[in-house]
């Protein structure tokens, strides 16, 4: 089944709103893995805007499920995913400023950097996974992926989740098993993340039903706002039950 990782990002975001400790970032986190979340991701940026590194310490120090650190793999992102050797770095090609990840790598123009990563990432024994948008790679990027010896790849869902319940929803999602196949049958793994949310997932997931994570943050923490954080993740669970349950 198809592991829910929760991005906490959000619960640090509307702490700093205060500058106090309200919400807990870490009780909140546990509290998550209790309700039965599979995964915990963060996104750390330079800016310290939403999580910041000692959330992350305190976090890998803290959890018993897998851990997610994602972000640019710029020189103290590489050192903080190093030093704390999560199961799985998700490299993310936003410079500082953009206000949330918003595109796929352009894996042509950027193989040997990438390549050089993510051997340096499996040298600490740390699983790679690199975002990519279905939407706009190209067959070369598709064709050099491979070469990078990356593990994983996150599917970037945002074109799939804008176009939901639209007459552009049929043919985005296509694209997005295109993408999968060919990803798939180079033997690397997927994940994917970005505006998923309860009425979008179950779609995604049967058309896709490989994808082994799914990152969601946003959305969930917006639910919770009506149902409690309990509930929603329950529901996100049971909605990936039923993703892979017989139609």
């Known amino acids: 089944?198809?592991?829910?990782?929760?991005?906490?990002?959000?619960?640090?975001?509307?702490?700093?709103?205060?500058?106090?400790?309200?919400?807990?970032?870490?009780?909140?986190?546990?509290?998550?893995?209790?309700y039965g979340a599979h995964g915990i991701t963060v996104h750390p940026r330079p800016d310290?805007?939403?999580?910041?590194?000692?959330?992350?310490y305190a976090i890998a120090n803290s959890i018993n499920v897998e851990f997610n650190i994602e972000g640019y793999p710029d020189k103290a992102f590489l050192t903080l995913v190093k030093e704390i050797r999560p199961a799985q770095c998700t490299l993310v090609p936003d410079p500082p400023e953009v206000l949330t990840s918003n595109a796929g790598?352009?894996?042509?123009?950027?193989?040997?950097?990438?390549?050089?990563?993510?051997?340096?990432?499996?040298?600490?024994?740390?699983?790679?996974?690199?975002?990519?948008?279905?939407?706009?790679?190209?067959?070369?990027?598709?064709?050099?992926?491979?070469?990078?010896?990356?593990?994983?790849?996150?599917?970037?869902?945002?074109?799939?989740?804008?176009?939901?319940?639209?007459?552009?929803?049929?043919?985005?999602?296509?694209?997005?098993?295109?993408?999968?196949?060919?990803?798939?049958?180079?033997?690397?793994?997927?994940?994917?993340g970005h505006d998923l949310n309860l009425q979008n997932l179950n779609p995604f997931l049967r058309a896709i039903p490989n994808i082994q994570e799914v990152s969601i943050g946003h959305a969930l923490i917006c639910d919770a706002l009506n149902f409690g954080l309990k509930e929603t993740i329950t529901k996100y669970l049971n909605c990936l039950k039923l993703c892979h349950s017989p139609s």
């Open 48 to 56: 310290g805007r939403h999580i910041r590194h000692e959330d992350v």
């Open 1 to 34: 089944m198809t592991k829910l990782s929760v991005n906490v990002n959000k619960l640090a975001t509307l702490r700093n709103a205060r500058g106090k400790n309200n919400p807990d970032v870490l009780e909140q986190t546990l509290a998550i893995i209790n």
């Open 105 to 192: 790598w352009s894996i042509r123009d950027n193989y040997q950097f990438l390549r050089d990563i993510v051997t340096e990432l499996h040298d600490s024994d740390i699983r790679t996974s690199l975002f990519i948008d279905p939407m706009s790679i190209s067959p070369v990027d598709l064709s050099l992926l491979s070469e990078t010896q990356t593990d994983r790849v996150e599917l970037y869902t945002e074109a799939y989740a804008e176009s939901f319940g639209t007459n552009n929803a049929l043919p985005i999602l296509k694209q997005f098993q295109q993408v999968a196949t060919v990803v798939n049958q180079m033997g690397i793994a997927l994940n994917a």
